[in-house]
């Protein structure tokens, strides 16, 4: 079914000053003197200087529309943002307004930094969101053991899902006349082109730092991460398929050994050199593929994303979220909705190649590539994008300590890889690792 057909056009919302409990919070938190009454300071991560005349665009025309307003655009390294950030909050000197993913943001959900939207923006306004992508900004903050909220720390802005690219002459040598669509049967092409070629079929990295796709796949193969109390859930028998299925993978010789050392660009490195027959990654990436290794794009098509027996297919989120020492945050909350509204969404989305998370905006979306007549490896790649949304969600599930989870379950998942411990020893001291944090 077309995705635009299960989303209801929504009318223009013109979204009111939010005044209220947050002017009498601001006035009790103790805040240095305001410096600029009508200044928002806007933080994104690694923008400039590609996106620069758009955002001068939509900050002049929100200053136009908001006469006492002003924003303050500051781009940030995307290796330097989590640092900056962390000094800026703990210093009460953090921006009014800061482009965050949910893992990270969530750490900080947690310690009560941001504010709590649910509680800021009206029903109607939140409901123009996908609703998915709405949860994927919520978590349960419990300042006692009896007294736990869910909150609302983020607006959602840009999505991107992955797709399988692929080097059709490659999986041609291997004698594959399909691209995988399950991890079965990427197990199965694995081996037919490490036989037929001596090539790799694809990367995964290993790396904790890196990453989140292993820990994606384990959800998709059927296995549940955490429990309603945070505790861990993934010492089950779809647990242990799981993790046999990498340590299978590895151990028959069918994963190249620097998945440990190596982070994702490694693998668009190798399928660029063609020496990997499918990369999953982004549809925003075919470009660099395009520019990096021309004739690797000429070999290569698009399929979607590979999943498990569950059918689940993953979602990468940006959000924006207000800092609670923000000195602006009815000003703040605004900048944010108008950024994150249909139409700057959509704008956004078609210039960078991401997917908006504004209702209305995927519609229009997916109807613009239904009437483009280009038809191309982009093309394709951005259509199977958009058309996944319908069935994707964040499978992480927010917590604090997410990053903290991943560790445990890379290193432990990697002992068992290299025959280290077995697959069960490797479940329980994972599960002990995290349940004693």
Request: a negative charge.
């Amino acid at each position: 079914m077309i995705i635009n057909r299960l989303f209801k056009q929504t009318k223009v919302f013109r979204y009111p000053l939010i005044v209220g409990s947050l002017t009498a919070m601001v006035l009790g938190c103790g805040q240095q003197p305001i410096a600029n009454e009508g200044q928002v300071e806007f933080w994104t991560m690694q923008l400039q200087p590609k996106f620069t005349p758009y955002f001068e665009g939509i900050n002049e025309s929100f200053e136009a529309a908001n006469e006492e307003a002003s924003i303050l655009w500051v781009d940030v390294p995307w290796d330097a943002m989590e640092s900056r950030i962390l000094t800026a909050v703990s210093a009460n000197n953090a921006p009014d307004v800061v482009n965050l993913n949910p893992d990270f943001a969530s750490q900080l959900a947690s310690r009560n930094a941001w504010l709590n939207l649910a509680e800021e923006i009206p029903e109607e306004v939140r409901g123009e969101y996908l609703s998915k992508i709405w949860e994927a900004n919520q978590i349960e903050i419990c300042p006692t053991e009896n007294d736990c909220t869910t909150s609302t720390f983020g607006i959602p802005w840009y999505l991107t899902t992955t797709v399988s690219v692929y080097n059709k002459d490659l999986l041609q040598q291997a004698g594959v006349e399909n691209p995988p669509t399950n991890f079965e049967e990427l197990a199965q092409v694995a081996q037919r082109v490490k036989d037929e070629t001596g090539k790799y079929a694809f990367f995964v990295t290993f790396v904790p730092t890196d990453s989140n796709e292993v820990l994606n796949s384990l959800v998709q193969m059927g296995v549940t991460l955490l429990d309603g109390e945070g505790k861990a859930a993934f010492n089950t028998p779809e647990g242990e398929r799981a993790f046999s299925y990498w340590v299978e993978m590895y151990q028959r010789g069918l994963l190249p050994p620097e998945v440990f050392t190596q982070g994702h660009r490694h693998g668009v490195e190798l399928y660029q050199a063609g020496e990997s027959a499918i990369l999953g990654t982004g549809a925003e990436f075919l470009n660099t593929i395009a520019t990096n290794a021309p004739t690797i794009y000429e070999q290569s098509a698009v399929a979607p994303q590979i999943t498990g027996e569950t059918g689940k297919r993953s979602v990468s989120v940006m959000n924006l979220v207000i800092p609670r020492s923000s000195r602006n945050p009815e000003k703040a909350i605004n900048y944010a909705l108008y950024v994150t509204n249909s139409e700057n969404q959509l704008n956004f989305a078609q210039e960078a190649n991401v997917l908006p998370s504004h209702t209305s905006a995927i519609a229009s979306y997916i109807e613009n590539l239904e009437q483009e007549s280009e038809q191309n490896t982009l093309f394709e790649a951005r259509k199977i994008s958009a058309m996944q949304l319908e069935s994707a969600e964040v499978l992480i599930p927010p917590s604090p300590n997410i990053n903290q989870l991943k560790r445990i379950v890379y290193e432990n998942l990697q002992s068992a890889m290299l025959g280290e411990k077995t697959v069960q020893q490797a479940l329980n001291d994972a599960q002990a690792e995290w349940d004693s944090m």
